[in-house]
Structures are given as C-alpha cells and as structure tokens.
T-cell receptor, first 116, second 114 residues
C-alpha cells in the first residue's frame, strides 16, 4: 500500500515569514494529493489539493507543488498569520473518474505555530 | 461539498460497554469512511462503509470490535464494542467529494473510556 511521510513534525515561524511542509509518497499510482488543516478540537478541513497532471497550484497565500518523478509534494504558506497556526496533514490517493471514494493515506501531521 | 452531521460529539463510557456513533450526510454518497485519530496523531482508517455490502476493514481492525452499518446512501454507524481505555480517541466519519475528490469530515466524536 501507499506510505506517506511528512516533515517536519513541528514548525515555528515568525508572523509574515513563509512556511514549507514536505511530504513524500511511495505508490506511483497515487494521483491526487490534498492538504488538510486541523485547528485544535476541530475537524480536518481541505485547504488545497493538486492532481498529478499539474506541477503547481496556488490559492492566495497557499501553494502546493508536486514532483511526480521524485514522489514528493509540498505545501507553501506565504505571509503567515497567527490564524494559520494549526496541524496540517498531507494525503495521497489513487483516484479514477468513476470512484470518488478511494482510501486516503495521511501523513503524520505538522504542527505549525505562527509567532506574532 | 457534502455536509455531515456526526453524533455524539463526545462521550465518557465505562470499560466493557459499547458506543454507537452516527453520521448523517445531506446527499447520497457511494462510500463513507471511518477514521480514528488518537491524541496528537494522524488519521488512521478503520474501515470503508459500503452500502448494500459488508464494510471493508483495514489491517488491525475487526468487525467484532468495530461493527459498521450502512443502511442507505446517506447514513452510517460505527460501534466501538467492549471498550477499553485504549479505545479513547476521536472517531471521524468522512465522505468523498465528487467535485473536488477531497474528503469532507464529520465533526468527530471524542470518546473517553474510563
């Protein structure tokens, strides 16, 4: 099965700086890579995702990059704000057009703290 | 994206008892998933709940301990049976999002076994 590794486990940055979280995966069949943000005591929320036919995707201050050859993908948060403090999980799965319910393999999480 | 109502939100249970967690989705979904998240840990898939057939369990999880029901395309239950303190965790249901392929999660059930 798929194995997703995530680094670092904890990350502290000054407000306004950038934060980068990296994940690697093992299964070359994986083609969809979402990122989730989980605030304390709340459910994980999808914040951005990328499919394997795209190398980079950006949504305001958040971007994700994918290197299929190296099997790694990264989350980039620019101009960090205190409200970005949360645990971030990467995930990987292999999807097809007919089935939207494939199993997701989650990374171990990164606890991000943005220091005001 | 789908809206999921999960209950109870939390419970404190005596060891040896069972707790049933419910998830109701506001739209029909093919598959629902049940995850466990232990404190400070990542999400571990327990099983996939299939409508009209038995649930598919991941390694380390068995039907006798975590029976699942999926009576229709909008509802599922997970029962944590014969509980021990090691079962203390957050349990989350989730569904696939047809538009974005991402998961939507229920609000979670924080279970404490004493």
């Amino acid at each position: 099965g798929e194995n997703v590794e995530q680094h670092p486990s904890t990350l502290s940055v000054q407000e306004g700086d950038s934060a980068v979280i990296k994940c690697t995966y093992s299964d070359s069949a994986s083609n969809y890579f979402p990122w989730y943000k989980q605030e304390l005591g709340k459910r994980p929320q999808l914040i951005i995702d990328i499919r394997s036919n795209v190398g980079e995707k950006k949504d305001q201050r958040i971007a994700v990059t994918l290197n299929k050859t190296a099997k790694h993908f990264s989350l980039h948060i620019t101009e960090t704000q205190p409200e970005d403090s949360a645990v971030y999980f990467c995930a990987a799965t292999a999807t097809n057009r007919r089935n939207t319910g494939n199993q997701f393999y989650f990374g171990t999480g990164t606890s991000l703290t943005v220091i005001p | 994206s789908a809206v999921i109502s999960q209950k109870p939100s939390r419970d404190i249970c005596q060891r040896g008892t069972s707790l049933t967690i419910q998830c109701q989705v506001d739209s029909q979904v093919t598959m629902m998933f049940w995850y466990r998240q232990q404190p400070g840990q990542s999400l571990t898939l327990i099983a996939t709940a299939n409508q009209g057939s038995e649930a598919t369990y991941e390694s380390g999880f068995v039907i006798d301990k975590f029976p699942i029901s999926r009576p229709n395309l909008t509802f599922s239950t997970l029962t944590v049976s014969n509980m021990s303190p090691e079962d203390s965790s957050i349990y989350l249901c989730s569904v696939g999002d047809r538009l974005n392929y991402g998961y939507t999660f229920g609000s979670g059930t924080r279970l404490t076994v004493v």
